[in-house]
């Protein structure tokens, strides 16, 4: 039937134009054939339609028309003398597009009819389809099957039941529970890696059309494994057969591709249909709670900035929590509702913490309770009556969550008579407010025109106020109003992003969880092949995560370094053309070494430029500098490299360090130019003498480094010392007792042995200057003699006019 349509539309378009070209040639063109398609000949009854003439009036008037438009055509002197009949010619301006709408009506009935009598034929001719019943093993089959796919899609149940239940019905033969297996052992998740046995059963389950077999075979022609060479090519074809038969991923795949022209040429249409069935996929099964928390780590930003442990500040609320703070109940609650990097959903911990803070009377508490009780889940039975009696009091407090909540149950008739006015109320209350689920709900409204006037202006605004809190519906509103022009002027790039947002918040996403958990217990291979799966979907994260592992050396699925390098080239490419600027400066880099592909000094510096004006990436601008200053893929400009290191510093103070270093070569390397343009510059020009008569220099050098070590090594003498006398002739010398600065007394013929106090010996006191030879004698004496406390010596005294500061070599 639809190329029927097709043909039906062509038919239509090709008529119109001739009808436009016969009513071009002008009034007295021949349309002998427009009364044949006014009349009834096919025997149904035509029906009425805007502009198509109901009254007899009308009818005599389109039947002179026609009459007149068969007179022969008149001569161009004979018109123009004859006087013009207004009137005339206005009935007939009049009833002409009536008639050509009729003719138009008349004939795509006839041609409709003749499509169905020859569809109706060829179904005839058709061998009727045999429907079998299905046998009790199949039955059964297909029970366990959704029972395990039921399993697999909730969080908290026990995986290897489920694949269990698969193996069972893999057993039976059934066809999607063998496509789960081979994809279970093709990343490894939750079954060992075997990559052929994945290969030969995808290939086996393609020749019975299973759309998840094409989807798994076109994945291995991508990546290039389980035996299989990369083939674009035929990874393509394959994406395209699961698209058609409504394989999710592919569908994703084949928008990406086209979206960004990876294989295929651009096309924003063909990419704008693959993301529009997904998104609508997805938003079909949001709930009021707006959908699980999507957790994208990116490893090569945690490897940079390491945070901190998430667990820790979990038990560090717990902890407040058990002590009865209601912030940290309501916490907890909200982590719990919603699921996290740290904890997994769980509506039953939810339920607790906010049942605390709502007993301590917190509004926060009580609206979420009442969102619980709205949704129901596995934990909690829903119930709209208890769901109700919580909003009613989150709202008697003013909490937009309670607000929003009882305007929802009043739009909807949950427990409640439907009432748009009250619901439009407490929706603008919470919108007000900020809450994001008032503010969709009431673009809602507005857009479909429920309960109000629609209002596209209105609708548009709601939809962007609550984009900017990232709720998947409102992404998924203003795609369709993108993409049919709704409200605005149609945007084809703009809605395919909105609803590439969408698609990338689906339950398959988990991969990305299952991925980093598998990173975090050390298994890096299956890691890196869930990566890889949802990067070849079109996953910004899933591309720099697998690009990372690969440029790392941490996977072992290839055993050649060349070929890793070559597929981190691209998956840092791919991920740069999303606009990741990490990996526009990874991508850089792989320019400017070579690895993976020809080394492009200008291709990297343009990612560098690129990565530095866009999102103010440090590393970028420093890199850019660098090149700068060595002229490499650009114009040698040590102004401008500068003043990119200085901007580097200001960005990122981790970088002032190597700022520093950077700016202090490029001194030193302006210091040596200033050399260059002076009168000294004679000395970068001697390498033509010095290479003639290098032997020369070389003896010169080392008889200079002779002299030098020679003149260091000399003996080193000791200055003349005065003779000593023995010890048994010297001569007791005269103490002096008075003070510093006092005149000592003569003490003549006098032998006395001097202990000098133990202060004495550390800080000897300096003579003063004698006026006469026997207070100069004593004063020398005394500081000869001075030893520690238990210890005598004595010595002679100086003679008259010798230096008694003169300190002997144990001094």
């Known amino acids: 039937m639809t190329k029927a349509n097709k043909w039906v539309c062509l038919l239509m378009l090709l008529l119109v134009l001739r009808l436009r070209a016969e009513e071009l040639q002008g009034p007295t063109a021949d349309t002998t054939g427009s009364s044949t398609g006014l009349g009834t000949g096919t025997g149904t009854a035509t029906p009425t339609l805007p502009g198509e003439p109901s009254t007899q ?28 009949d207004t009137t005339e010619f206005a009935t007939r301006s009049k009833v002409m597009p009536s008639a050509l709408l009729e003719r138009l009506w008349t004939d795509s009935l006839m041609r409709q009819q003749k499509l169905k009598a020859e569809i109706a034929r060829i179904e005839e001719q058709r061998q009727p389809t045999v429907v079998s ?25 026990d995986k290897r039941v489920a694949f269990t239940l698969l193996k069972k019905a893999a057993a039976f033969n059934h066809l999607k529970a063998r496509a789960e297996l081979a994809w279970a052992v093709l990343l490894g998740h939750w079954m060992d890696f075997d990559f052929n046995h994945a290969a030969d059963e995808f290939e086996s389950l393609v020749n019975e059309g299973v759309p998840e077999a094409h989807m798994g075979l076109g994945f291995l022609y991508s990546a290039g494994v389980g035996g299989k060479n990369v083939s674009q090519p035929l990874a393509l074809i394959h994406y395209g057969l699961a698209a058609l038969g409504d394989n999710t991923l592919a569908q994703m795949a084949m928008g990406y591709r086209y979206l960004y022209g ?31 928390i999507v957790q994208r780590v990116r490893l090569l930003d945690e490897l940079e900035n390491p945070g901190s442990h998430e667990t820790e500040i979990v038990d560090y609320y717990q902890l407040l929590a058990d002590k009865g703070d209601v912030q940290s109940q309501v916490g907890l609650g909200q982590l719990y509702y919603q699921g996290g990097k740290a904890i997994q959903q769980d509506h039953q911990k939810a339920l607790e913490y906010f049942t605390q803070a709502a007993n301590a009377g917190n509004a926060i508490g009580f609206a979420f309770l009442g969102k619980l009780y709205l949704e129901g889940s596995e934990q909690i039975k829903a119930d709209n009556d208890t769901a109700l009696k919580y909003f009613l009091k989150a709202s008697e407090m003013g909490d937009p969550v309670g607000q929003s909540g009882l305007g929802l149950m009043y739009l909807k008739g949950l427990g409640v008579p439907k009432d748009t006015i009250k619901a ?16 969709l709900q009431l673009g809602n409204m507005y857009f479909t025109g429920n309960g109000v006037k629609a209002d596209y202006k209105l609708a548009l605004k709601y939809f962007n106020l609550a984009t900017q809190s990232g709720h998947v519906l409102a992404y998924y509103n203003l795609g369709v109003m993108n993409a049919y022009g709704m409200g605005m002027l149609r945007s084809c790039p703009a809605a395919v992003e909105f609803f590439k947002t969408v698609s990338e918040r689906g339950r398959w996403t988990s991969r990305l969880m299952h991925a980093y958990s598998d990173y975090k ?10 990566y890889s799966l949802m990067a070849e979907v079109g996953y910004e994260v899933a591309q720099s995560n697998a690009a990372f592992l690969l440029d790392r050396e941490e996977v072992h699925v290839f055993n050649d370094r060349h070929e890793e390098l070559i597929r981190a080239f691209y998956y840092w490419k791919r991920a740069a053309g999303q606009g990741y600027s990490a990996a526009q400066v990874k991508l850089g880099d792989y320019y400017y070494y070579g690895w993976g592909t020809a080394t492009d000094f200008e291709t990297a510096a343009a990612l560098y430029r690129k990565a530095s004006e866009q999102q103010y990436n440090a590393q970028a601008m420093f890199n850019l500098g660098y090149m700068h200053e060595q002229g490499l893929g650009m114009k040698k400009d040590w102004h401008l490299a500068k003043r990119l290191y200085d901007l580097a510093a200001e960005t990122n103070s981790d970088a002032k360090v190597p700022v520093a270093i950077a700016l202090f070569k490029l001194q030193m390397l302006a210091k040596i130019e200033s050399i260059k343009e002076s009168p000294y510059r004679f000395i970068f020009y001697m390498d033509e003498n010095i290479a003639a008569n290098w032997d020369l220099y070389m003896i010169t050098v080392l008889t200079l480094l002779l002299g030098i070590i020679m003149y260091m090594r000399r003996p080193f003498q000791q200055p003349d010392q005065p003779a000593v006398a023995p010890a048994d002739d010297l001569a007791a010398a005269p103490v002096n007792l008075a003070p510093v600065g006092a005149e000592a007394a003569p003490v003549a013929g006098a032998e006395a042995v001097v202990r000098a106090p133990p202060a004495a010996a550390a800080v000897p006191q300096a003579a003063p200057a004698p006026s006469t030879s026997a207070a100069a004698s004593a004063t020398a004496a005394s500081n000869a003699n001075a030893t520690p406390e238990g210890a005598s010596s004595s010595t002679t005294a100086a003679p008259d006019g010798a230096n008694v500061n003169t300190l002997g070599p144990t001094d």
């Open 57 to 84: 009036a009308e009818a005599d008037e389109v039947s002179t028309a026609e009459t007149e438009s068969r007179v022969p055509a008149e001569s161009n002197e004979r018109k123009a003398a004859k006087p013009k």
């Open 133 to 157: 019943e299905q046998t009790p093993e199949q039955i059964e089959a297909q029970t366990m099957y959704e029972n395990a796919m039921d399993m697999l899609a909730k969080p908290r149940t």
């Open 262 to 292: 990876i294989n295929v040429p651009i096309s924003c249409e063909k990419a704008l249909i693959h993301y529009k069935r997904v998104a609508k996929k997805v938003a079909s099964k949001i709930t009021f709670a707006n959908g699980p």
């Open 424 to 439: 439009l109320s407490y929706f603008t209350q919470a919108a007000d407010q900020g809450w994001v689920d008032g503010q």
């Open 521 to 530: 217990k050390n298994r890096v291979d299956e890691a890196y092949m869930q």
